[in-house]
Structure formats: C-alpha cells, structure tokens
C-alpha cells in the first residue's frame, strides 16, 4: 500500500510487520519517532503481542533486549549517536553472545560538541563490533531493510544494526509502498533461536572462555559474517520476487558500466550524488557511483569487481577516522586492485553540514583534473579553523574550543 | 520472620536440614530431591560465602517455582568460578552477559515469557555487591520502579572479590581493601555515609525486600521462598563472608556471618511495599569488636596501636542500626 509518512512512521510500521516481541527504547534524537509510533502501536493494542519496556538507558535496553532474545522473544530496539556509545558495552555483547537484535541506528553525530544532526560517526564506531550493518538510502529502502534485517539476524543468529540518516530520512515525508502482513509473514519465518533459556532444557550462555577456544569463537562471527556475505544478494533477488522491488543487497552500482571515476558513498547522500553526475554525464563525464548498503560484512569482492575499471575513486565520507582519514574509505582501498593515491577520501557532512550539489561538482571535477587531495574536507571554513589555532599559539588560556570558534562566526543558528 | 525458627539448642546453633524435624519443616538443603542447582565442582574459595548463599537461594527458588526458573548472572567471582568454560556448574538455565547490566537482562527475560504467555516462569537476577551496589545500580533501580517479576539476589561481600578485594560502596568503614589500604587516618575505608541498598530498594515501594545471612540458611530459604509469592521487583540482600578478602579462616563463614548479626553490623529483616514487616531479634546482643576481631581486614585497628576509637565508631552504626530495626528486645 503506498502512503506518504514520515520515514520514522514507515520504519515503526515494518518493524511492526514483523511481529516484534519486546520492544525496548530510551529517547534520544533523531530516534524518537520511531519507538513514539511503537509505543502507542504496543499500547492501543493494535501490534499485539508485544511487550514494549520504557527503560532508563541504551544501555538498559540492548540488555533487555538481550535478555529478551537469549529468552527467545524478537527483540527490536532503536538509538542513535551518545546512546549507541551509551550502550556499546552491550552491543559487542550481544553479538558475541549471537543474539539476534534488530536495531535502527538513526545516524547523528557524536559529541563534543554536541550536536543532534546527521554523520554517520555513531554507526562508524561500532563497526568492528560484530553487528551486520545495513545503511539505507532512502525511507522505502529503511523500511525493507528492516524487513530483511530480522531474517537475517535470525537466520545467521547475528544482530544487525539498519542505519538510517537522522532527519533527513527520518524526519522526511517520503512516499513509501508498505506491505501487507500476508507479504511479511510469507517472508519472515517465526523466530527459531539456536540457543534459548528453557527450564526444560537448560543451558549455560555466556560463560567464560579462554585462550583455548576464544580465538575460535571469534572466528566464528566472523565465518558468520562471510556467510551473509553470500546470503544477501540471493535475498535480495527473492525479496525483489515477493515485495517487487529492489532494496538490500550488497551495493548498487549507478552508471558505472563504463566509469573511469567512481564515487562511492552510504546513505541518503547517494540521492544527491546521483544528481550531480547526471548534470556532468550531460557534459560527457564517464562518471558513477558505487551505494554501499551492506558495509558490515565489507563486501569486498563485491566492491573491487564493481570498482574493476575506475582509475579514479572518489569516497563521500560522513565520518572522519581522526588522526587517520577516511573509514569507508580505508575499506574500499581494500577493495581497489590500483594505486592506493587514486582513492580519495572527502570528509563531508558532518554534524548535519549540508552537501550541495555545487559543492560535489566541485570535488568531483578537482578528482578529473588530478587535484583532489587524498583526504579532503567539503567546504571546510578554514579560516574558523586558522583563527582557532592562532588562539591557541598566542595566549595559553585559549578556553573552550568549540566556543570560540562560535564566537568567532558570530550568530550562527541561521546557516544550518 | 517469615517462619518459625527453630533452635537446635545441642549445637547452640540455628543448624540447617537437623533430622530432629519433621520432614515438611527440613530445609530445601536437607531434602534429597533438592535441585542442586550450583553443581559440585566450582572453583569458588574454601569457605565461600556466596557459593554458599547462591546454592541455598537457586534451589529454594527452584522448588518455589517447581523448577520453572530462569537466572541471570552478573560479572563476578559466583559467575566465574561457577563457568569456566566449557564446565558449567548450573542445573538451571543461565545466562551472563555483563557486570552492569543483570537486572536489565531479567527484565528482557521476564518481558520474553510474558508475552509468550509463560509466566509460570519465574525470573532471578543475581550479582555481587559491586555488581547491585555500583556499576549496576542503574539497571536495579529501573527495574524496580518498573516493578518487573524479577527477584533480585544481591550477594554482599562488601568489595569486588574477583578483581582482588578492591573497595565497592558496600565496603565497611574502617575495612582494609586493596585500594583502601590500612594507611593513613582513618586507616582502611573511609567512614562515609555508606549506601545502604536494602532501604534505597525499599524507597522504590517494590512489593518484597529483605535482607538475610549465610549463618541462617533456612530463613535464607524462607525468604527465596516469601519472594517467590509476590509478582512483581523483588530484592533479597544476602550476607556474603569472603575468606579470601575478608582473611578469616575458611570454617568461620557462617561464625563471622552470625556474628555480623549478633552486633547488630547487619540488620537482619523483611519488608513489604516499604514496611518493615518483621525483623531477625538479636538472641545475645554482642560488641562489634567480637565481629572484627577475627577478620584480618579490621587487623589495623587491634594491634600493637588498638584504635578504640574507630572500633567505637563502627558500634555506633551497629547501635544505629539497632535502634533503627529494633533488634534488642528492652
Ligand atoms: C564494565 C566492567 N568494569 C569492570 C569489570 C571488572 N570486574 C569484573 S568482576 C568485578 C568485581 C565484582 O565484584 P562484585 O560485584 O562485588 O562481585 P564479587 O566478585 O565480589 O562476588 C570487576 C570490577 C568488568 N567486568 N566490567
Ligand atoms: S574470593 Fe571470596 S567471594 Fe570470591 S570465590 Fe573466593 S571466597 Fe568466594
Ligand atoms: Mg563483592
């Protein structure tokens, strides 16, 4: 049924089509839609079945959620930025424990400074933790990829974390074709957990383990997450069978065929770098993108067979590696048969700092000219960032970092 | 109390499982069929309390369900020597996820056989003091203002034992842990205002909440017993002694534990939606020194410089807590 919703309604409402069993959330922006529209779903009565838990942090709830699943209910829960590091203790736990939680990361970044709008560095700093991580593009895709995430999860008994840009897809009024119950319980089996607490048969979860066996248990996980790697695409052919649609997978690649220059990005900017390749497609420019969906497991061969004939990488990042660079990027230069110079990274976006198309065009054609930097940072205000150090060189007492530069830009809530 | 003591006046002790009673009134210990649900073959120390404790309260929880129990464990010495993997000692389904957050993870658990319409199955969370006093209050005190069915055990040794003996907020004052070391003024714990757990789970108004010893194992099982009627945030509160930290000889436990009653150190007591209901009476009121004395963490304050004065100060928490429950009868 298609309907025009806020991204957040769409993702509470496919979540739901999955018969979660607890639910369990502590508010933090730009979640909060997402568990406010399955809280009054659990409430009114009309997702039944379900135990929807007000706890008193992210951290309490992955741990109900553990709880919940090792107990072998559907567990489902939703965070993002302070409250994803709030609870990481419980998200490596989770998966090392091999519970399958679903839950939606709407990306925000993370403080200092504060800051409530959308990077992706929440998601990025849990990338090693074992959890299947799934990035959408748009609401439609958020919504299927909820869908797919619980069987997945269940079927692999990893947890899988789908990420969502904050505001700008949970905040968005997008038009999105939401499936019946029918198409969702043909797709989505009932929850058959591999290991359950079950007086009739009781087990021991969780104990401690050695040098002996550590090694393989981790090994473990990570065979697991290889295993996703050739479940995904079959999933996504059936899924494109039963709902009629493309959404999942591994990548998808957009006018890639014969690009010498291939962009590469997660998430909602896709939609914007797409526009702007159109515009220099109209100039003659072989260039495409590469959208990353599935960025844990790395999809490795996938990537490299996809990056084959690009003499020239451009990776749009909304996270920064300090003291390194690039995330995304260091992975895809895992993936890049050529030089390691012809990749670069473009910091971009983050704390919510629009990416223009007059801004991509811009880097784009520095990346066809031969000069993009290796790591860059889109419309970094250098100036803000030269007077700051310049504080720092003239008096000891600099003071607050973030404040001065504030100051230093005068009032400001305007140019968001 | 939640049940008729019975004194075994030939040993001079409340001595558990005696074959002097009558079948009905043994303890679940003394009884054959019990569920033995720590297994032999742990590593806990000689003379460990909580070992001790933790057996007592899971198989009285397991007859109180009729074997219908789900336990969720925290970090620590009861977690680690009772799983060193692949050996487990536990004969109830059991699950350890982390130090900070065990009732988080029976509240999951309670919430998953609630919605699968199998609350016949019971829950427990079980932690050491550090693991319920610290680092897990926060998950304890939701748990408790949501009133979830989860009977909590908290197993006090008053410091973290498995990390070797460091200060928890359950740590006695005047008490040598390994970074309240026996130097300085006052030497070994400060004198703060303590964090008394028992009354902060009695503030949340949650339906059950009592305390009990290692020394008095059937009402230890009474307890496990009289929580398991109430649905709903529980809380027991058990005296653990350590051997290892406390440095008393591995056959004084359950002595050191009477003794902390005794003094009136640990206030023995049950309370319901806030209200104390009953209290464990004090049989022969003794002075605190007779609880110090034999632990070698309270060495400092006798020997070759005795200090009086603090040995005075710790009375007064005692005589406190005397007055407070109404442990002496006069
Ligand atoms: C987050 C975290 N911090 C610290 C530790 C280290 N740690 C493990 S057990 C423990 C002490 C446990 O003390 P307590 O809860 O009193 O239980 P006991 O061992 O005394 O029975 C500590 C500090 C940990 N496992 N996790
Ligand atoms: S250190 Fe103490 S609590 Fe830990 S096993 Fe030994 S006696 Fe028991
Ligand atoms: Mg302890």
């Not at chain 1, 409250?83 to 090392?96: C, D, H, I, K, T």
Request: hydrophobic share 45%; charged share 20%.
């Amino acid at each position: 049924m298609l309907k025009q919703i806020e991204g957040s309604q769409a993702v509470a409402q496919a979540v739901a089509l999955c018969r979660p069993e607890v639910i369990c959330a502590y508010p933090i922006s730009p979640q909060t839609h997402i568990v406010e529209g399955l809280g009054e779903m659990v409430k009114s009565g009309a997702l039944a079945r379900c135990e929807f838990i007000n706890v008193e942090s992210e951290f309490a709830a992955m741990s109900v959620a553990i709880g919940a699943a090792a107990a072998g209910a559907r567990a489902y829960t939703a965070t993002a930025s302070q409250g994803l590091l709030y609870m990481a203790e419980a998200v490596f736990n989770a998966s090392g424990l091999g519970l399958p939680i679903v839950m939606t990361v709407a990306n925000r970044a993370i403080g200092a400074p504060i800051n409530i709008w959308n990077d992706h560095t929440d998601a990025m700093s849990q990338r090693d933790c074992g959890w299947i991580q799934l990035f959408a593009e748009n609401n439609q895709e958020a919504l299927d990829l909820h869908i797919q995430a619980f069987r997945l999860g269940e079927e692999l008994s990893l947890p899988v974390m789908v990420c969502m840009d904050g505001f700008i897809l949970t905040h968005a009024y997008e038009r999105v074709d939401l499936p019946t119950q029918e198409q969702v319980d043909a797709w989505l089996p009932p929850f058959e957990p591999r290991q359950v607490l079950d007086p009739a048969e009781p087990v021991s979860i969780g104990a401690m383990v050695g040098p002996e066996a550590f090694m393989e248990v981790r090994y473990l996980a990570h065979a697991k997450q290889m295993r996703a790697l050739e479940l995904i695409p079959g999933w996504a052919d059936e899924f494109r069978r039963a709902f009629g649609r493309d959404s999942g997978g591994l990548l998808h690649s957009y006018r890639t065929e014969d690009a010498d220059t291939i962009v590469v990005a997660l998430g909602s900017v896709l939609g914007t770098i797409k526009d702007t390749i159109d515009e220099m497609r109209r100039d003659g420019v072989k260039i495409g993108v590469l959208g990353i969906t599935c960025f844990r497991p790395w999809p490795l061969a996938a990537v490299r067979a996809a990056l084959a004939h690009a003499t020239r990488v451009v990776v749009i990042e909304k996270s920064l590696a300090v003291g390194l660079g690039g995330i995304v990027t260091s992975n895809v230069r895992t993936s890049y048969g050529g030089s390691a110079d012809a990749v670069h990274a473009v910091i971009a976006g983050l704390g919510g700092r629009s990416i223009t198309r007059a801004s991509l065009a811009r880097v784009f054609a520095a990346a066809l000219a031969g000069t993009l930097e290796p790591l860059s940072f889109l419309d970094l205000d250098g100036a803000l960032v030269e007077r700051a150090l310049a504080r720092e060189r003239e008096q000891r007492r600099s003071g607050p970092i973030a404040e001065g530069m504030l100051r230093d830009l005068g009032v400001v809530a305007a140019r968001i | 109390m939640s049940f008729q003591p019975v004194k075994f006046y030939q040993t001079g002790t409340f001595t558990v499982g005696n074959r002097l009673l009558a079948a009905e009134e043994r303890s679940v210990q003394a009884n054959m069929r019990r569920t033995n649900s720590i297994n032999s073959g742990h590593r806990a120390c000689q003379g460990c309390g909580e070992a001790l404790g933790a057996r007592y309260a899971i198989d009285a929880a397991m007859e109180a369900t009729g074997k219908r129990l789900i336990a969720a464990n925290a970090t620590g010495c009861l977690e680690v020597f009772s799983t060193p993997y692949p050996e487990t000692s536990w004969q109830v389904p059991w699950i350890h996820s982390l130090f900070g957050n065990t009732a988080a993870v029976a509240t999951g658990i309670a919430a998953a056989m609630r919605v699968k319409g199998r609350s016949d199955i019971r829950v427990v969370a079980q932690g050491g003091d550090g693991g319920t006093t610290d680092i897990g209050f926060g998950c304890l005190s939701g748990m408790f203002e949501r009133n979830d069915d989860v009977l909590y055990l908290c197993y006090d040794n008053g410091a973290y034992m498995n990390t070797g003996v460091q200060r928890s907020s359950a740590t006695p004052a005047a008490a040598r842990t390994a970074t309240t070391m026996a130097v300085g003024e006052p030497p070994g714990n400060v004198f703060g205002q303590g964090k008394d757990l028992p009354a902060i789970a009695m503030a949340h108004g949650i339906p059950y909440v009592a305390t009990a010893t290692v020394a008095e194992l059937r009402d230890l099982e009474a307890k496990v017993r009289r929580a398991m009627e109430f649905r709903g945030a529980r809380y027991l509160h058990i005296f653990v002694p350590c051997p290892l930290g406390w440095g008393h000889a591995a056959h004084d436990t359950i002595r050191i534990a009477r003794l902390a009653k005794e003094t009136g150190v640990f206030p023995v007591f049950e309370a319901e939606r806030g209200e104390v209901v009953s209290v464990s009476k004090i049989r022969r009121q003794l002075p605190v020194e007779e609880y110090l004395r034999p632990q070698k963490r309270f060495a400092h304050l006798f020997g070759k410089a005795p200090r009086a004065d603090l040995i005075a100060r710790i009375q007064e928490i005692a005589d406190r807590n005397i007055r407070r429950y109404g442990l002496v009868d006069g």
